[in-house]
């Protein structure tokens, strides 16, 4: 049974230098309300491996942490509807508005696409209206992607780096 899913707020501030998108929350997210909680996801062991560093503990943390080092996060679907978690059943999505996130002025200079899905979701709904960033497509942190987890993570690692506060 196809359920309404919808976004999160994104987690980003006026210092946020790089916007990575997804598509939209799982179920597990959505039952706690937090970004990439699902056991099998692995975007915040990624992204703490950038700095060399383990995930903190709690979701706080590790939101605050993300603004510390310029990151913000978002889901490229605003609402949508789903049976399960998998992507390949995203139906009647609608766009968050990019608006005022990515309008000039904006310290984003990048935005990543955490898979190939959330690229293909925001070059349907939105496509790549904004000249001033750069467009990334980085793997799945999706448990289901095919790519070790530890390739995976150097190329998380090489391709941010020269965006983010690495201090």
Not at 105 to 134: E, R
């Amino acid at each position: 049974m196809a359920i309404v899913i919808k976004s999160f707020d994104a987690v980003r501030d006026e210092h946020s230098r790089v916007l990575i998108l997804g598509t939209a929350p799982g179920r597990e997210s959505l039952d706690l309300e937090e970004y990439y909680a699902g056991r099998n996801n692995e975007f915040w062991p990624t992204i703490y491996s950038i700095f060399d560093l383990e995930p903190a503990e709690t979701y706080p943390e590790r939101k605050a942490f993300l603004l510390q080092k310029n990151i913000a996060i978002w889901d490229v679907a605003r609402e949508c509807t789903r049976e399960g978690s998998s992507d390949r059943r995203l139906r009647n999505v609608s766009a968050n508005n990019f608006t005022g996130v990515l309008d000039e002025p904006t310290n984003i200079k990048c935005v990543c696409f955490n898979g190939q899905k959330a690229l293909s979701l925001f070059m349907g709904c939105i496509g790549l209206k904004w000249s001033s960033v750069s467009y990334i497509l980085l793997p799945s942190t999706n448990g289901a992607s095919s790519m070790h987890v530890e390739l995976k993570k150097q190329f998380w690692k090489a391709t941010l780096k020269p965006f983010l506060n690495t201090k």
